[in-house]
């Protein structure tokens, strides 16, 4: 998908923005929702013989496990990324934090990867393993892996990866002065 908005560096620059979204994962977030409101089931009409502590425990746990579940998972619903002139931006769920934003300057290259799965990073959401570097995998299937300058590399998950890199690509080659 591509935007035309006024930008920086002239009247009309170039934004692409991309999407990948996880529909499982709003099954996760519904047993999250299950336990909270188990939690407060229990905490409002429970018969519990054993006494206040066990009850407080167990409403406690559940509704902070229910917490845990669902704003882990809403964190990575989906991840959107959006490529300007300057920079590249990864933000993750609906009210997009974590977010990641990398200067072009620091990228030196970007590849197309076809195959990105949850199980070579070690499961979905913000990973990072030091043999691979850092990802946000969403989904399994086609993303985008940068180099960074810094030897490092940043992988995100996102459908038409391969007009992302494209574009990163376009970005990255050395810039014609403007002649006056």
């Not at 620059?13 to 709003?26: K, L």
């Not at 964190?75 to 959107?80: D, I, L, P, T, W």
């Not at 290259?109 to 570097?133: C, I, L, S």
Request: charged fraction near 20%; proline fraction near 5%.
């Amino acid at each position: 998908m591509r935007d035309h908005r006024s930008g920086e560096h002239g009247p009309y620059s170039e934004v692409w923005t991309g999407r990948a979204t996880a529909r499982f994962q709003w099954l996760l977030a519904l047993i999250g929702a299950a336990c909270m409101a188990l939690g407060i089931a229990l905490a409002v009409d429970s018969a519990w013989t054993s006494g206040a502590a066990p009850l407080a425990m167990a409403v406690v746990g559940c509704i902070a496990a229910g917490l845990l579940v669902l704003f882990g998972t809403l964190a990575f619903v989906h991840v959107a990324l959006r490529v300007d002139e300057d920079h590249l931006e990864v933000r993750c769920g609906h009210i997009g934090v974590p977010r990641r934003r990398i200067p072009l300057s620091h990228v030196a290259g970007a590849d197309f990867a076809p195959h990105v799965t949850p199980r070579h990073w070690g499961g979905w959401g913000y990973r990072w393993r030091p043999e691979k570097g850092t990802a946000v995998v969403v989904r399994r299937g086609e993303g985008v892996v940068l180099r960074l300058a810094d030897g490092h590399t940043f992988t995100v998950t996102v459908d038409d990866a391969e007009a992302a890199v494209r574009v990163i690509r376009d970005r990255l080659r050395p810039r014609k002065p403007d002649k006056v």
